[in-house]
């Protein structure tokens, strides 16, 4: 759990980046239908639970500098004994102010009406635009009616500014009680991993294997998993986002899983890869060898101050050199990484920043440059080979070996901690595991 004074912090070190002056709105997630009257799991928005810790939807937080009443306003639902019958227990006014530390609180019904008094002499309103139709006409509607009063002194804001940027710079650093449900949704991958190559055998069906990783993450409280699951073995290995999941596991299949447990909102990505039937072939190990060089390559240059692009330069030098020396590239090193030879093969980036989100906020590039990588933050590390049947002038023994190896990596003051270590990726350890 993250502690009440945390997200305190956030929320002031916030208000001092924008200003006396300005006033911060956020809205909380929408709940989607899915079906008739039934929902999606409900999520919060990652940004508004940043900075308020708070569950429910139809809320909306303000942050208004220097208010009188006082400056973080949430409005939200109110107690109603009729719908809590069937929903559970909602915080109310009471506990907003007692238990998510806000110093006034109001019905959500409130807010179209009390907008244009909290807005009424903020300059900067720091928010999102474009993003819900609804929130955006309320808020443009609000602004008129003080537009229509200006002869009586009142003084509409004049610029919008969008919100995100401060808080994802905020949320890229992460602080020491997000490490801990961080660790947490990780180990709980790694048992889940584990689990599935233990259980692994010809003739299972994806969704067996998928199904083995959810019993894992719901036994230790991870209700969500931070992306759909990826279980694909034989040909679907060679498709990225492949989440059919649905088909037999043969005798000769690799067999890959990406897939993370969400725990209290945080992500975890993990993916590894495997032969069904415990055993790597010589193609299967040869790709292997490669790729796993290439993610401890990248892992070894993820230290304070190396540019973004240090591990995917590593990984495309590994992967080139070692597609070269099996023959499946030809020509010179340097020549081949020029032309980016190795996209048929490796087609995406070395990784991502990993957080409340599984693909991070924070920007790669800042000033026009590419940012360093400095202590705190985590991210992915995970190349992978693809040789689906369709690049041209592989021998058939390649076709359909699809891997990647992706762990979770804190960089720390020195270099960096590979969080979900502890899952096997050695060949002789996986086979070790897999008998
Ligand atoms: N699972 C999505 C990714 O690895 O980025
Ligand atoms: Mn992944
Ligand atoms: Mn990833």
């Given amino acids: 759990m993250i502690k009440s004074t945390e997200f305190q912090k956030r929320r002031k070190q916030l208000l001092q980046q924008i200003g006396n002056t300005s006033l911060v709105i956020l809205s909380s997630a929408p709940m989607r239908p899915r079906t008739g009257d039934a929902f999606y799991d409900y999520r919060q928005n990652s940004d508004f639970y940043y900075l308020t810790g708070f569950h429910e939807p139809e809320a909306i937080a303000i942050l208004a500098p220097k ?10 639902r109110p107690r109603n004994r009729d719908e809590e019958i069937w929903d559970g227990a909602r915080a109310g006014q009471e506990g907003a102010c007692q238990d998510y530390d806000a110093d006034q609180s109001f019905p959500i019904a409130e807010f179209e009406k009390m907008l244009p008094d909290l807005l009424e002499g903020r300059e900067h309103i720091h928010c999102t635009l474009g993003v819900n139709k609804e929130f955006d006409e309320t808020l443009f509607k609000a602004i008129n009616k003080i537009r229509g009063k200006i002869r009586s002194g009142l003084q509409p804001p004049i610029a919008f500014i969008d919100i995100t940027p401060s808080i994802h710079e905020l949320r890229l650093f992460k602080s020491p009680g997000e490490m801990a449900l961080m660790r947490k949704a990780i180990d709980i991958s790694v048992a889940a991993h584990g689990r599935a190559m233990q259980t692994c055998k010809p003739g299972l069906y994806e969704y067996q294997l998928e199904a083995e990783m959810m019993h894992e993450f719901f036994r230790e409280g991870a209700r969500q998993t931070a992306y759909t699951s990826i279980v694909g073995s034989g040909a679907n290995t060679c498709v990225l986002h492949y989440i059919a999941n649905k088909k037999r596991i043969e005798d000769n299949d690799l067999v890959l899983i990406d897939a993370g447990a969400e725990y209290e909102n945080y992500a975890s990505d993990i ?3 495997f032969p069904a039937s415990g055993k790597f072939s010589a193609e299967q190990r040869a790709i292997y060898e490669i790729v796993l060089a290439a993610q401890l390559a990248a892992i070894k240059v993820a230290k304070p101050g190396a540019p973004w692009p240090a591990m995917q330069n590593a990984i495309i030098k ?23 030879a190795y996209l048929p093969f490796y087609m995406h980036k070395s990784g991502h920043w990993l957080g409340l989100d599984v693909h991070d906020v924070g920007r790669y590039r800042t000033n026009g440059k590419w940012r360093t990588l400095q202590p705190n933050m985590v991210l992915t590390v995970e190349p992978g080979i693809y040789i689906s049947k369709d690049i041209p002038g592989v021998p058939s023994r390649w076709h359909n070996i699809g891997i990647r190896i992706e762990d979770d990596v804190l ?3 020195k270099g960096c901690d590979v969080l979900s270590k502890n899952l096997v990726k050695e060949i002789d350890d996986i086979e070790a595991l897999m008998r």
């Fill in 67 to 76: 208010r009188k009443e006082g400056e973080f306003i949430l409005f939200n």
């Fill in 271 to 273: 993916t590894r890869t």
């Fill in 318 to 340: 590994e992967l080139t050199e070692g597609l070269l020396e099996l023959g499946l590239l030809k020509g010179k090193r340097d020549d081949l990484i020029e032309k980016q």
């Fill in 411 to 413: 960089i720390t003051e």
